[in-house]
Nanobody
Framework: QVQLVESGGGLVQPGESLRLSCAASGSIYSITSMTWYRQAPGKQRELVAT???????NYAESVKGRFTISRDNANNTVYLQMNSLKPEDTAVYYC???????????????WGQGTQVTVSS
């Protein structure tokens, strides 16, 4: 099994920055893509940013130029650097990973438990 644990959320004022982390642990043979999603109250979960195993990345239009996704393959960790935060970025941020727990198994999709980001003055 693969476990994903997010950290780094909190309460910030508009214009400030936060850095989220998602560490994968457990039985990991390989990790393909890692993605950050978010879900605001009363809204559907939406993709924020994704990064492939070779480092290619894609972003939602709403965060382009403000957010940066990166990954540390040696430590099975993905980061989301969020700058110039806006109140509309307020949401629970979830880490999603596509991984194989062992050679010949999967890949399977895994979710973290989420971390709250609140942007308010």
């Amino acid at each position: 099994q693969v476990q994903l644990v997010e950290s780094g959320g909190g309460l910030v004022q508009p214009g400030e920055s936060l850095r989220l982390s998602c560490a994968a642990s457990g039985s990991i043979y390989s990790i393909t893509s890692m993605t950050w999603y978010r879900q605001a109250p009363g809204k559907q979960r939406e993709l924020v940013a994704t990064i492939g195993s070779a480092g290619s990345s894609n972003y939602a239009e709403s965060v382009k130029g403000r957010f940066t996704i990166s990954r540390d393959n040696a430590n099975n960790t993905v980061y989301l650097q969020m700058n110039s935060l806006k109140p509309e970025d307020t949401a629970v941020y979830y880490c999603h990973g596509v991984a194989s727990p062992a050679y010949g198994l999967g890949p399977y999709a895994y979710w973290g438990q989420g971390t709250q980001v609140t942007v308010s003055s």
